[in-house]
């Protein structure tokens, strides 16, 4: 009896995780080390031969002006983000309360996010036109001059957030949401009736009972912004010049228009250990003020 | 007495005030669509003479048929339905499987089986993309649907971390009374387990299902020819080739937007219900 609920545990370990190990093997695991490797070599994502050139990808990939230029832009997009998280903290506040339509804002809100991020894209494309787009006209209507929102240096990557602002703002402030009304209600009730505004009670009872939920938040923005890729695909391609081109976006361009996997391979690398890096910075930085 | 009618006055304003805002929050995400679907009913001509918040005056249906004459519509539609309805199985299939192994089960490599799973949550799937991309057209399955498919199913550790945390919470005791009246692994698995999950596995299946259906880059490095594209590829070729005819590239965005804004309409909770498991459980 013990014998065989012995084999039947062990035939169902290894037949339930088969395959899926499989599958994480070969397109997870692998792949990271393949990356690792293909960071050396001067790879063309064709040729049989792979030349091994040491850590010259990398001094490469420190010395290009447009991978900082690349890395500038990601940071435009971390800081507007960062910018509107105490916004987001805010509407979800006054949502969690009992308003009138709360749900039914709650649907609206998160839309955006839905919606298929190349189709958001052109939509803004659109609204950003030179030609006949809406903010020009809105503009036009008080007599103001056109501005060029994606075709100028100046303002492309300022465009560009809004519409990740526009796109992302439903997720966090849902996530938002979930952490406050996790807080237990007498609490909030109990401040309530000692007289608290509701200025004291966001600051000194919601903040810090959600610093789980900002800490994820942090993390998904440290993520998102560097990992910022089809809406500058899509709109500009990188463009006007490289202004626009975020490292995600200069990392696919260097893999598959310019056939440089090595070199790809090692922005990669950089972006990997850029990620891990920040998310500990941060997490570092929350807990310290726990 | 005045006292709780001033209050109730203060409170009127101060609700007053919310719903203004809400106000303005609905506009913002509204008038990008709004304008897109305005647009989607104009001629060429009206667009460039024409205020863009001023509704069509008729619908003119041509943009529509022009997406659905040159667009591809329903080969990318085909696509995508194969993508989403083959990932979203397999990955229930798949994930509570592995996740029933290491939520129930201890066995001699676990640990370091979990380790490489968390490290592997931890890498976000574009950094690996250029090695895979070796890895798949060596498999021999470049440009086949078969290519996003491996890619959606074999790499959503987060899905398996969530089914784990959710099986974690169902009581052992469940499985060995099961065990007791004889049933097997296997038996457990099917008719406790798994049953006990569906809730979890209609909100991440719908999750998954938006992914997939919205995904650009995995279709538009794997499936490059034409009768390959997806909804989401399908617009891109599309827009390629007409920019600046924004009446019929905004009809286009409005029929790929149709599918996942419908799913999001009916399964709005289930959707909700999984962005909050996966937040609050980790």
């Known amino acids: 009896m013990f014998d065989n609920r012995n084999r039947q545990k062990n035939i169902i370990i290894v037949s339930f995780l088969i395959i899926p190990t499989i599958l994480l093997a070969l397109f997870v695991i692998y792949p990271l080390f393949k990356l690792f490797y293909l960071s050396f070599t001067d790879w063309d994502g064709m040729s049989k031969t792979i030349g091994f050139v040491g850590t010259n990808n990398y001094i490469d990939v420190f010395k290009d002006n447009d991978v ?8 435009i997009y971390f800081v507007i983000h960062l910018m509107f998280i105490p916004i987001e903290m805010f509407i979800a506040f006054l949502l969690d309360d009992k308003v009138r339509f ?50 100028s240096e100046e303002t492309v990557n300022f465009s560009l957030s809004a519409v990740s602002i526009w796109r992302f703002c439903g997720i966090h402030i849902i996530l938002f949401l979930a952490g406050i009304q996790s807080i237990s209600k007498e609490m909030l009730e109990a401040a309530r009736v000692d007289g608290a505004s509701s200025f004291k009670v966001f ?14 938040i942090l993390f998904l923005n440290v993520r998102g912004a560097l990992m910022i890729f089809d809406i500058p695909f899509v709109m500009t391609s990188g463009g006007p010049g490289t202004s626009s081109t975020t490292f995600t ?42 | 007495m005045k006292n709780t009618n001033k209050y109730k006055a203060k409170k009127g304003i101060v609700e007053a005030i919310k719903l203004l805002f809400f106000l303005v929050i609905t506009l913002i995400v509204f008038l990008p669509i709004l304008v897109t ?53 397999i ?56 290519a996003p498919i491996v890619i959606y199913i074999g790499t959503d550790l987060m899905q398996i971390y969530i089914y784990m945390q959710f099986m974690n919470q169902i009581p052992l005791s469940i499985d060995e009374s099961a065990m007791i009246d004889g049933a097997s692994y296997f038996t457990i698995y099917r008719k ?36 390959k594209r997806t909804l989401t590829t399908m617009l891109m070729s599309f827009a390629s080739q007409r920019s600046g005819a924004w009446p019929q590239l905004s009809a286009a965005v409005i029929i790929v937007m149709i599918p996942t804004v419908t799913l999001y309409i009916i399964f ?6 999984g962005i909050v498991a996966g937040a609050v459980k980790e």
């Open chain 1, 68 to 75: 900082w230029v690349s890395l500038r832009n990601n940071g």
């Open chain 1, 102 to 151: 709360s749900k039914t804002f709650k649907g609206i809100v998160f839309l955006p996010y839905i919606i298929n991020g190349v189709a958001v894209a052109y939509m803004f494309s659109f609204l950003y036109s030179s030609q006949g787009g809406v903010l020009n006209e809105i503009l036009a209507l008080f007599g103001a001059n056109p501005v060029k929102w994606i075709s």
């Open chain 1, 203 to 216: 600051s000194k009872i919601v903040i810090p009972n959600i610093r789980t939920v900002i800490e994820i």
């Open chain 1, 249 to 290: 976006l200069y990392t696919i361009q260097q893999a598959f228009k310019y056939s440089h996997f090595g070199k790809a391979s090692a922005m990669a690398v950089v972006l990997l250990v850029m990620i891990v890096i920040l998310s500990t910075i941060q997490k570092k930085i929350i807990s310290e003020k726990r």
């Open chain 2, 37 to 89: 679907i305005f647009a989607a009913f104009k001629t060429q001509f009206q667009i460039g003479s024409e205020f863009p918040l001023k509704p069509p005056t008729q619908f003119f249906w041509d943009n529509f048929k022009f997406v659905f004459e040159k667009g591809n519509v329903f080969t990318g539609l085909k696509n995508s339905l194969i993508l989403v309805t083959v990932s979203v199985v």
């Open chain 2, 91 to 146: 990955n229930a299939i798949l994930s509570t499987m592995i996740a029933y192994i290491l939520s129930r089960f201890d066995f001699k490599l676990k640990k370091m089986y979990y380790l490489i799973f968390l490290m592997g949550m931890l890498v976000p799937g574009f950094v690996t993309e250029i090695a895979r991309f070796g890895i798949i057209s060596k498999v021999g399955i470049y440009d086949t649907l078969l």
């Open chain 2, 192 to 227: 406790v387990i798994f049953p006990m999950v569906v809730p979890a596995t209609a909100t991440l299946g719908i999750l998954k299902a938006v992914e997939v259906m919205n995904d650009m880059y995995i279709p538009y490095l794997y499936m490059p020819s034409e009768g």
């Open chain 2, 268 to 273: 709005q909770k289930y959707i909700f219900d």
